[in-house]
């Protein structure tokens, strides 16, 4: 059974930091990618990390604040989230497929999702 978790959420305060994991069970994954889902908003793409010679991708929202990174030996893809915002405040879920995408609809399985809220 394939699974994503991911874990890691909280509460932080503006311009504090967070680490999010996702672990995957069951398959390795080329692409995993975060994204993330406020109130009433449409789910966005925050970051995604793919292949062998793992190559990165950002939105220009969180370009230069978070770092998208992988641990092959846990099957685990970490975002470290710094320089927190407000408007960062979501659902993060990570999503896995084969190749790299910025649309949802793009990735065929998913986690559950974390609350990450950032309070000003």
């Known amino acids: 059974q394939v699974q994503l978790v991911e874990s890691g959420g909280g509460l932080v305060q503006a311009g504090g930091s967070l680490r999010v994991s996702c672990a995957a069970s069951?398959?390795?994954?080329?692409?995993v990618a975060w994204f993330r889902q406020a109130p009433g908003k449409e789910r966005e793409f925050v970051a995604a990390?793919?292949?062998?010679?793992?190559?990165?991708y950002y939105a220009d929202s969180v370009k230069g604040r978070f770092a998208i990174s992988r641990d092959n030996a846990k099957n685990t893809v970490y975002l470290q989230m710094n320089s927190l915002k407000p408007e960062d405040t979501a659902v993060y879920y990570c999503?896995?497929?084969?190749?790299?995408?910025?649309?949802?609809?793009?990735?065929?399985?998913w986690g559950q999702g974390t609350q990450v809220t950032v309070s000003s």
């Open positions: 990390i793919s292949g062998r010679v793992t190559s990165t």
């Open positions: 069951g398959r390795t994954f080329n692409t």
């Open positions: 999503a896995a497929d084969l190749g790299v995408s910025r649309l949802p609809r793009s990735y065929a399985y």
